[in-house]
């Protein structure tokens, strides 16, 4: 086994042997959420045979893709630059949609849609938001944690967001946003807790909770598909914000079956008596994890127009 030697940042405590975790100083100017990584190495089986053709990230909900949806949320939050990680199997698919999508040159486009006069379609064409971005490779299939350390030298020290490409809320103000707006109050790792009837909570990440306040609760452990009585009736939505913190813990889990795991990541966290929040969001959570959800999320936003065709 490769031993990995803590960063500077891991220091030894001098009144034990005990590692600890300590703040760089510049987190006391922390302002805002400032980058989002996002995960989309995954093949996206549960789409086969549509994700052959076309990756799940770019399925549409009503007009737009998923994927525009998550950075616009981001963008919304205040987020300046993403990080997106890739698998050897994306990299054309990244190339030819994603660097295409938000980065690729629009001129011929545009000047067709200007002759035909298709203001609408401009419009639409206009809303695909230009954004900085990195990519970095998670060449083996290690693991969300192992995804998220891939990340790391491009955080420099600064909280982050990890939005994953199942998800995306409707509302007035959406998960990213609600989630920084409870951080700049905390500078602690938050998670996103959405209210579900407890007899669908066996197929999600179920928080035992203590709550703490208006709208906020404190994490106690994280009970992965519980069978029998869930230990609260929150579901965690992928979207999270961390501090540096989470990379010591990343980095001090023990794989499982070959995976390095967010959430053992989280409990070693808890484990340490650190401070873990969730924040129960407002809004409707659109999960697009398999097709009959994707489904269901699609006829949601698509319905108002829907009306319209009968």
Known sequence: ??????????????????????????????????????????????????????????????????????????????????????????????????????????????????????????????????????????????????????????????????????DVSYGKEKFPSQLVAAFEKNKKTFLCLYKLPKEKLSAYGVPRVKKIGKGLYKIADVIEKPKGNPPSNFALVGNYIFTPEIFFYLKKIKPKNGEILLVEAIKKEIEDKKDVFGLPVRGKWLECGDKEKWMKSFLFLASPRSKNFW
Request: hydrophobic share 40%; aromatic share 10%; glycine share 6%.
């Open 1 to 166: 086994m490769v031993r990995i030697n803590p960063p500077p940042l891991f220091k030894k405590n001098n009144l034990s042997k005990k590692e600890v975790f300590q703040l760089p100083k510049s987190s006391k100017k922390w302002c805002g959420v400032k980058k989002a990584v996002i995960p989309i190495a995954g093949l996206g089986t549960r789409f086969l045979p549509l994700s052959k053709t076309i990756p799940k990230e770019f399925l549409p909900l009503d007009s737009k893709p998923v994927i525009h949806y998550i950075v616009e949320e981001a963008l919304e939050a205040g987020v300046k630059e993403f990080v997106f990680v890739i698998s050897p199997e994306k990299k054309e698919v990244f190339k030819n949609y994603i660097l295409k999508y938000f980065q690729g040159e629009k001129k011929e486009l545009t000047k067709i849609l200007k002759e035909r006069s298709k203001k609408e379609a401009l419009e639409a064409l206009k809303g695909i938001p230009k954004i900085k971005f990195h990519s970095i490779l998670q060449k083996k299939q290690k693991g969300d944690g192992d995804a998220i350390l891939k990340a790391e030298k491009f955080l420099k020290n600064e909280p982050f967001l990890v939005l994953f490409g199942d």
